[in-house]
């Protein structure tokens, strides 16, 4: 089994050629050559196969605007007078939505408007290492972590016997502040140890999974999406080789362009690997989220155009765990995210031109947590100093009499329930509303 991550690299740029090739549309689902098409399921994490209707997005039910994916955006003018600074790159339309903003966007309009405005192409949500961070989808590495741990472990015990040492003579010499500082370290080295200790476990558990997985067998006979839990080792141990892109890959007729955090190949076949950095990624039911059902199908799309290649499913692992769920893309999900993202275009641009303003989403808890919502202090001087300079705050007053604002709030004026904001008092909570 190969277990290295960077195992080739393609700029997309040189698969140019293949763009005329592609034919518009789904592609049927052929199984590769050499590789059988089974209903049996042998993922190591799952025994059955489970079959789960679509559900619809829990988004703001619009009518259709009849703006079709192709239409790119209108020009607009920059705002030359309004010095917001939520607002002040709103005057440039991009040519290429990322599959990222499209995300924000089927979980909530105004999140992706934000998401497109500033920018954010990344898909990638984990900020980067952390001290607690453990490696997980590269064997080599784990190994490497595994041995540090043990030294570690040592130097541990160590201490351990020098400050039970320190204790022996303290005890021996009536030395009460000897005995004491010996306790101490010895009570430090032991939190210490003990972190490592469960460091090592998390580790030895993640090399087992490594060594030891079932072959990935997915049923790709489906009519509705299906959802399985799979193991990051299985698909290796299927033949699928990781890979990454070097730059986005951009649909040759959709304003569509991103870069999975993985992809894995196999023969003719591509799939897609988004890494989130939540670590829930679905209902219960395992069925994902909006607005990773969008993102599997946006880059599946996107892989399926550079032609000749076969993207059935995609994959999305949670943070700092390599075991995740599998999504069959069916035309119908196909087709919703071409839809969504013409809606997408319509609504930045009805925004830009203050024509229109995103709603809040229609399931309220989603503000809840959204960092977009996060009530921010804000002082009287300040706010002063912000709506002389032309800034437009949008401010609630909390129990405790401070002013609050949020990021969402200032762009789309009006205060959305953050569980912060309801517990200050600044907005009635979801349920007060829905009285
Ligand atoms: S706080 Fe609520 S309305 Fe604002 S972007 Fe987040 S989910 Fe959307």
Same mark, same amino acid.
């Given at each position: 089994?190969?277990?290295?991550?960077?195992?080739?690299?393609?700029?997309?740029?040189?698969?140019?050629?293949?763009?005329?090739?592609?034919?518009?549309?789904?592609?049927?689902? !052929?199984?590769?050559?050499?590789? *059988?098409?089974? +209903?049996? @399921?042998? $993922?190591? =994490?799952? &025994? /059955?196969?489970? %079959?789960?209707?679509?559900? !619809?997005?829990?988004?703001?039910? *619009?009518?259709? +605007?009849? @703006?079709? $994916?192709? =239409?790119? &955006? /209108?020009?607009? %003018?920059?705002?030359?007078?309004?010095?917001?600074?939520?607002?002040?790159?709103?005057?440039?339309?991009?040519?290429?939505?990322?599959?990222?903003?499209?995300?924000?966007?089927?979980?909530?309009?105004?999140?992706?408007?934000?998401?497109?405005?500033?920018?954010?192409?990344?898909?990638?949500?984990?900020?980067?290492?952390?001290?607690?961070?453990?490696?997980?989808?590269?064997?080599?590495?784990?190994?490497?972590?595994?041995?540090?741990?043990?030294?570690?472990?040592?130097?541990?015990?160590?201490?351990?016997?020098?400050?039970?040492?320190?204790?022996?003579?303290?005890?021996?010499?009536?030395?009460?502040?000897?005995?004491?500082?010996?306790?101490?370290?010895?009570?430090?080295?032991?939190?210490?140890?003990?972190?490592?200790?469960?460091?090592?476990?998390?580790?030895?558990?993640?090399?087992?999974?490594?060594?030891?997985?079932?072959?990935?067998?997915?049923?790709?006979?489906?009519?509705?999406?299906?959802?399985?839990?799979?193991?990051?080792?299985?698909?290796?141990?299927?033949?699928?080789?990781?890979?990454?892109?070097?730059?986005?890959?951009?649909?040759?007729?959709?304003?569509?362009?991103?870069?999975?955090?993985?992809?894995?190949?196999?023969?003719?076949?591509?799939?897609?690997?988004?890494?989130?950095?939540?670590?829930?990624?679905?209902?219960?039911?395992?069925?994902?989220?909006?607005?990773?059902?969008?993102?599997?199908?946006?880059?599946?799309?996107?892989?399926?155009?550079?032609?000749?290649?076969?993207?059935?499913?995609?994959?999305?692992?949670?943070?700092?765990?390599?075991?995740?769920?599998?999504?069959?893309?069916?035309?119908?999900?196909?087709?919703?995210?071409?839809?969504?993202?013409?809606?997408?275009?319509?609504?930045?641009?009805?925004?830009?031109?203050?024509?229109?303003?995103?709603?809040?989403?229609?399931?309220?808890?989603?503000?809840?947590?959204?960092?977009?919502?996060?009530?921010?202090?804000?002082?009287?001087?300040?706010?002063?100093?912000?709506?002389?300079?032309?800034?437009?705050?949008?401010?609630?007053?909390?129990?405790?009499?401070?002013?609050?604002?949020?990021?969402?709030?200032?762009?789309?004026?009006?205060?959305?329930?953050?569980?912060?904001?309801?517990?200050?008092?600044?907005?009635?909570?979801?349920?007060?509303?829905?009285?």
């Amino acid at each position: 089994m190969n277990s290295k991550v960077f195992e080739y690299q393609i700029d997309s740029r040189e698969l140019e050629p293949y763009y005329s090739q592609y034919v518009r549309g789904r592609k049927s689902r !052929e199984p590769v050559s050499g590789e *059988e098409v089974t +209903t049996e @399921l042998a $993922a190591e =994490t799952s &025994p /059955t196969i489970e %079959e789960v209707p679509l559900t !619809e997005s829990d988004g703001p039910i *619009e009518p259709e +605007t009849g @703006l079709t $994916a192709q =239409t790119p &955006p /209108t020009e607009v %003018e920059p705002e030359t007078e309004n010095n917001n600074d939520a607002k002040a790159d709103t005057g440039r339309v991009r040519e290429f939505v990322s599959v990222h903003d499209l995300g924000q966007f089927a979980f909530c309009r105004r999140a992706g408007v934000r998401a497109f405005e500033k920018d954010e192409r990344e898909d990638e949500e984990d900020n980067g290492p952390r001290l607690t961070y453990l490696p997980n989808f590269d064997r080599d590495r784990i190994q490497a972590e595994l041995s540090k741990q043990l030294r570690l472990l040592g130097m541990a015990m160590l201490y351990a016997a020098v400050a039970v040492a320190i204790m022996y003579v303290g005890i021996k010499q009536t030395d009460f502040l000897l005995f004491m500082a010996g306790f101490g370290i010895l009570v430090l080295d032991l939190m210490w140890g003990g972190e490592v200790f469960w460091r090592l476990v998390i580790l030895i558990n993640r090399r087992h999974q490594a060594d030891s997985p079932k072959p990935l067998k997915i049923d790709l006979l489906s009519t509705a999406p299906k959802y399985q839990r799979v193991n990051w080792w299985s698909a290796l141990a299927a033949g699928y080789e990781p890979g990454t892109y070097q730059s986005p890959v951009r649909h040759p007729e959709w304003p569509l362009e991103g870069c999975p955090w993985r992809v894995l190949k196999h023969g003719s076949r591509r799939i897609p690997v988004i890494h989130s950095g939540a670590k829930n990624i679905a209902h219960g039911n395992g069925v994902l989220h909006d607005k990773h059902q969008c993102r599997v199908a946006a880059y599946c799309a996107l892989l399926e155009s550079m032609g000749n290649y076969d993207s059935p499913f995609g994959i999305v692992f949670p943070a700092d765990s390599a075991k995740g769920i599998a999504m069959i893309v069916t035309p119908d999900l196909h087709e919703k995210v071409r839809k969504m993202l013409g809606d997408f275009l319509k609504t930045v641009e009805l925004s830009e031109n203050q024509l229109a303003e995103p709603k809040q989403p229609d399931d309220r808890s989603r503000c809840r947590g959204c960092s977009l919502g996060e009530p921010i202090e804000i002082s009287k001087q300040e706010y002063k100093r912000e709506t002389r300079n032309g800034v437009s705050v949008k401010v609630a007053q909390a129990r405790n009499g401070k002013l609050y604002h949020c990021e969402c709030g200032d762009r789309f004026g009006t205060i959305p329930p953050h569980a912060k904001s309801c517990r200050l008092g600044l907005v009635a909570s979801v349920e007060e509303m829905s009285v």
